[in-house]
């Protein structure tokens, strides 16, 4: 007779939700990178307290219906918490759905600030606020380029408007004039009309707060119109395929704002997570999106750990009262505020070169 063999522990279920196909599918790619790497370290080294994790990693597409039905599919998976999505559009319809049905979600890379104005305890992000960066964005146009006249162009999303919104505020605040203000629709690909009235408009910079496909076409497009202005773009257009939509020689000048990038994330914990990356991938990660998501998971890793528990009231509980100054990879987490905003923020303003690279501007304000 044999001893009854023991009982193998329930695996602790964390969902991933990103664009793997579509427009923005190279962040949701990384995203997919990023975990997957730090899930397998966890599980490695003998999970967490003893449990392996699980990751269920699902395709929204950027698209807010497509997004709600992944939210429910990871509802039936009985995930205790999901990490995404990476635009505000997409994010927004899966909060709720996570919010009713009590599941931990931090979103990586979502800034629209209404996100975190509707109450659900359970709703997190370790990326920085529109507000914080509309501040930031207006502080270099008035301090640093010395602009007065300044255009500002979104997508009507739910991010970019915002952040289109906050930077009209804050540059009237200091004394610019916003002389013209409009948005694209992002399913064109022809956007010369709209270059033509803002070569009207006689701006000194034009800030454009969409996505980084729209943000290259945007660039080489401008040419075709004779426009010849300074352009800023937000953290959505951190993207290496901007430039390639643009070309180099289009992009070239071309500013924009964003949380640090990778390669200036001078922190023991991003050193250790960009070689790690870099054995398994053979490239390290580019986009400050997939760190972020790093983040994420790295946060939920340390909050079961700390509670032994995988409750998600219980995490969240946690996370709202008694996380602390946590050494992230994208800096320190110093904690969340009531609503689950990161406390701090960190922006910076990068140059894209003649040769395509892309360097932290000489100032900052």
Known sequence: AGCAPTAQKATIKIGLQGPLTGDYAYEGQGFEKAVRLLVEQTNAAGGINGQMVELFVEDDKGDPKESALVADRMVAKKVIAVIGAYNSTATEPASEIYNREGILHITPSSTATRLTTKGYQ????VCFLDDRQGLFAAQFMTKI?????VAILHDNSTYAQGLAEWTKKYLEERGA?????DAINPADKDFT???TKLKGANAETVYFTGYHAQGGLLLKQAPEVGLKIQWMMGNACNNPELIQIAGVENASGAIFTTEPLPSDLDYP??????ADF?????EEPTSVWWVMAADAY???QHAIKSTNSTDPKKLAEYLHKDFKNFPGITGPILGFDEKGDRLGTIHKAYLIGADGSIKP????P
């Open 122 to 125: 359970q709703f997190f992000r």
């Open 177 to 181: 004039s916003v002389v013209f203000y």
């Open 298 to 300: 790295r946060v939920i």
């Open 145 to 149: 380029l010395g602009n007065k006249k």
């Open 193 to 195: 009309p709209t270059l």
């Open 278 to 282: 870099k054995a398994k991938y053979g």
């Open 361 to 364: 501007y000489p100032q900052q």
């Open 269 to 274: 914990e991003a050193k250790k997570f960009i």
